[in-house]
T-cell receptor, first 108, second 118 residues
Framework: GQSLEQPSEVTAVEGAIVQINCTYQTSGFYGLSWYQQHDGGAPTFLSY??LDGLEETGRFSSFLSRSDSYGYLLLQELQMKDSASYFCAVNSNYQLIWGAGTKLIIKP | NAGVTQTPKFRILKIGQSMTLQCTQD?????MYWYRQDPGMGLKLIYYSVGAGITDKGEVPNGYNVSRSTTEDFPLRLELAAPSQTSVYFC?????????????????FGPGTRLTVL
């Protein structure tokens, strides 16, 4: 079967750093994407890793290790507006296969 | 550009009724997708299309049908609505993927349709 595992909820303090992990098991793999979704909103693209290593985009970074079937999203200098759900998704055979999402709760 | 637009935003159906969810994109994307998202869950792919006239099933196609007569439009048809189809439906589009099948290109989502079947 195909599965992605990520924590259901993470809590952090404003200004801190948080890491959201994602492990996957899929029948085809071309890369790992991350999306953000605010309550009541649509998912928006954050980053993509097609190769092993770290990708940095402003306060957000994403990492991939193909050999470990593992990736993470790192959010730095957390702001209240970062409170949202974060989804990892595997690019597999012309489709995106989505994890169940991690709800990030940020406390002042 | 309006991006990806969906109508309606909300709809309540009775069991057994049918409806069409509309999706239009103005970015000239070849790829379009329909997802459903149940509360607290990730997105499940219903159908996708790689271009006008070409559609294929995703993970959860039962109870749905699609067509793609133009690049811009990708309607989703629900026949004989059931309570299990109560969900939020998202349409998305993206650029063509590479010849190796890498669908890394960013998917752009519409605002969603919240459907309740009673």
């Amino acid at each position: 079967g195909q599965s992605l595992e990520q924590p259901s909820e993470v809590t952090a303090v404003e200004g801190a750093i948080v890491q959201i992990n994602c492990t996957y098991q899929t029948s085809g793999f071309y890369g790992l994407s991350w999306y953000q979704q605010h309550d009541g909103g649509a998912p928006t693209f954050l980053s993509y890793n097609g190769l092993d290593g770290l990708e940095e985009t402003g306060r957000f970074s994403s990492f991939l290790s193909r050999s470990d079937s593992y990736g993470y999203l790192l959010l730095q200098e957390l702001q209240m507006k970062d409170s949202a759900s974060y989804f990892c998704a595997v690019n597999s055979n012309y489709q995106l296969i989505w994890g169940a999402g991690t709800k990030l709760i940020i406390k002042p | 550009n309006a991006g990806v637009t969906q109508t309606p935003k909300f709809r309540i159906l009775k069991i057994g009724q049918s409806m069409t969810l509309q999706c239009t994109q103005d970015m000239n994307h070849n790829y379009m997708y329909w997802y459903r998202q149940d509360p607290g869950m990730g997105l499940k792919l219903i159908y996708y299309s790689v271009g006008a006239g070409i559609t294929d099933k995703g993970e959860v196609p039962n109870g749905y049908n699609v067509s793609r007569s133009t690049t811009e439009d990708f309607p989703l048809r629900l026949e004989l609505a059931a309570p299990s189809q109560t969900s939020v439906y998202f349409c998305a589009s993206s650029y063509s993927i590479t010849s190796t099948g890498d669908a890394y290109n960013e998917q752009f989502f519409g605002p969603g349709t919240r459907l309740t079947v009673l």
